[in-house]
């Protein structure tokens, strides 16, 4: 804002910020405006970032309509012939976009933008035939998140299953007459940690569970070699044995008490 405009705003006008001239703002050049001016100035920002909050990527969603709009006239729906790539050039040259950095950041959000319209728009049997998952980069993205967010609660609860088991100690038991020394191992517990313990332990089988349910077949299908699939089936092979171990275990216990 100019001297100018701030005046206006000293003396309770309101005032617009245009986001095509704004530019960032120093403390020390505004620190003594009286306070109705920073809460007016404040305001401005606040009412023109409303404006423009949700046009780029509206913006980037209609330049991939466009280029999708370009693969359909050249029948090439997965871009990569010569003159669809002559027409997209064209396109970001005419637009003359001299911030480098810019332009990448807006091609990859197209691109994103792209691959969903193009799940919306054809059919599984037209995406199969050009090879193409029927997941979008959005349904792809939100399955690596929340691939993730198990990882992150696996390893969270892994440590705490960790500090809560009681350790386990060996006392010697005094024998019985005629009897023989017995080392008998113990846990030694605070108060409230076995239920800690346990409730950790059943977290940890519910989070082990979830990430095995996660593993999708069609990428085991489509995307692993034989060599991965083989390395895959040894780990579950595993898997299954701990399982198996821990599952007769449980059945020894019941069958006990």
Do not use: C, F
């Amino acid at each position: 804002m100019s001297a100018k405009e701030v005046a206006r705003l000293r003396d309770g006008e309101m005032t617009h910020v245009d986001a095509a001239s704004v530019q960032a703002l120093d403390l020390e050049a505004i620190e003594n405006e009286p306070t109705p001016a920073l809460i007016a100035r404040g305001a401005a920002y606040a009412r023109e970032y409303a404006l423009i909050e949700h046009k780029p990527a509206l913006l980037a969603q209609n330049i991939a309509t466009v280029l999708l709009a370009l693969r359909k006239q050249h029948d090439d729906w997965l871009g990569r012939s010569y003159p669809y790539r002559q027409d997209v050039a064209e396109v970001y040259r005419t637009a003359n976009v001299s911030d480098k950095e810019q332009l990448t950041r807006l091609q990859a959000n197209v691109r994103y933008h792209v691959g969903n319209m193009l799940r919306r728009h054809l059919t599984p049997r037209e995406l199969k035939a050009l090879e193409l998952h029927d997941a979008s980069p959005l349904e792809r993205q939100q399955d690596r998140r929340a691939t993730d967010a198990t990882i992150l609660r696996a390893t969270k609860v892994s440590a705490e299953v960790k500090a809560s088991t009681p350790k386990t100690t060996q006392t010697t038991k005094k024998p019985s007459k005629g009897g023989q020394t017995e080392i008998v191992p113990t846990q030694a517990s605070a108060p409230g940690t076995s239920v800690k313990a346990t409730a950790d332990h059943l977290r940890l089988a519910n989070v082990a569970a979830s990430i095995v349910g996660q593993l999708d077949v069609d990428v085991i299908d489509g995307h692993m070699t034989d060599g991965q699939r083989a390395k895959l089936d040894d780990e579950l092979a595993e898997m299954e044995r701990t399982v198996r171990r821990l599952r007769r275990h449980l059945k020894n216990s019941r069958s006990e008490g």
